[in-house]
């Protein structure tokens, strides 16, 4: 031994730390039982990295569709003399203000949410129990609620409350004229089923925290984290996601559902941008930009 590893050594005792050739023992007879161990460990760090690669992946993806869609339909810009068809639910300068991929998830969430109501609601509207319904509020209401008018009238949802089952008290009846300049209310159903990729959306958060806070206890047969106490919470939804490889395997199936979701959800987007572009324009916005640019070339 030499003389610093004396000094160490007599350092150690005196302050009652364990002695390190004694640990190095202890965890020889506790390693000596692990089959593989250093197979085992490349596993888990591969599985990890892979967990914050694909996290990483449908981050990007979901700050891309926050700032870009999910917010109002039709903004005029007014400062800045723009059009807006369809803008995003949080600006880009907001995303620092959602700093956990938690909430940036739920913000998510809650785009999917209205769109599904949107999509119900819409077929409700054009459904035949719906028109019939719109009858008898219009002959029971007579006229425009606004201006009187009695001549091309409609019904208009003032709560969501009883959706589906409306009563006058629901509803209002407006002329053609009236309506457009109506602002509409954000559609909110109640009891609407929740969109079905919700449940995914969930346990992909809580493996992704598995994976980023959990030890693997080294002493368990299989390879498996660790369910101390301190741990427990982290399986709450599933206790087989103890197990390293169910988890990895589920996490990964997840991974691939949330992203094939995204390219039709945009594709959606995309087709009520053009829809919105040319009832408002009378042509697509692309166009719209062409001969703009024709008409700027020609000057
Ligand atoms: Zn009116």
Redesign the pocket.
């Known amino acids: 031994m030499t003389e610093d590893l004396k000094e160490y050594d007599k350092l150690i005792k005196e302050k009652g730390i364990s002695d390190v050739n004694k640990m190095l023992e202890e965890s020889k007879i506790l390693t000596k039982n692990i089959p593989n161990l250093k197979e085992r460990h490349e596993k888990v760090v591969a599985a990890r990295g892979n967990v914050i690669e694909a996290s990483v992946k449908i981050e990007t993806a979901l700050n891309e569709l926050i700032t870009k869609t999910g917010g109002e339909n039709l903004v005029i810009d007014s400062e800045k003399k723009e059009l807006h068809l369809i803008t995003g639910a949080k600006k880009e300068n907001e995303l620092g203000s959602l700093p956990s991929f938690k909430k940036r998830m739920n913000v998510f969430k809650e785009i999917l949410k209205k769109k599904n109501d949107e999509f119900t609601f819409t077929e409700y509207i054009q459904s035949e129990e719906w028109k019939k319904k719109q009858i008898d509020f219009v002959k029971h209401f007579k006229k425009?609620?606004?201006?009187?008018?009695t001549e091309q009238l409609s019904a208009h949802h003032i709560s969501y409350a009883n959706f589906g089952h409306e009563s006058v008290s629901d509803v209002k009846v407006?002329?053609w004229?009236?309506?457009l300049e109506q602002k509409q209310n954000p559609i909110k159903l109640p009891n609407s089923h929740e969109p079905p990729l919700f449940a995914d959306l969930e346990k992909f958060v809580a493996l992704r925290d598995i994976f980023a806070h959990v030890p693997i206890s080294w002493f368990a047969k299989e390879l498996e984290f660790d369910d101390n106490p301190q741990y427990k919470h982290f399986f709450k939804l599933d206790s087989k996601w103890k197990n390293v490889r169910v988890a990895f395997e589920e996490f990964m199936g997840i991974q691939k559902n949330i992203l094939a979701v995204i390219p039709e959800y945009v594709k959606q987007v995309e087709l009520e941008r053009k829809m919105m572009s040319s009832i408002l324009l009378g042509t697509e916005l692309k166009n719209v930009s062409e001969d703009d640019k024709r008409d700027n070339s020609t000057n």
Request: aromatic letters at 0%.
């Open positions: 425009c609620e606004l201006c009187g008018e407006l002329c004229q009236c309506q």
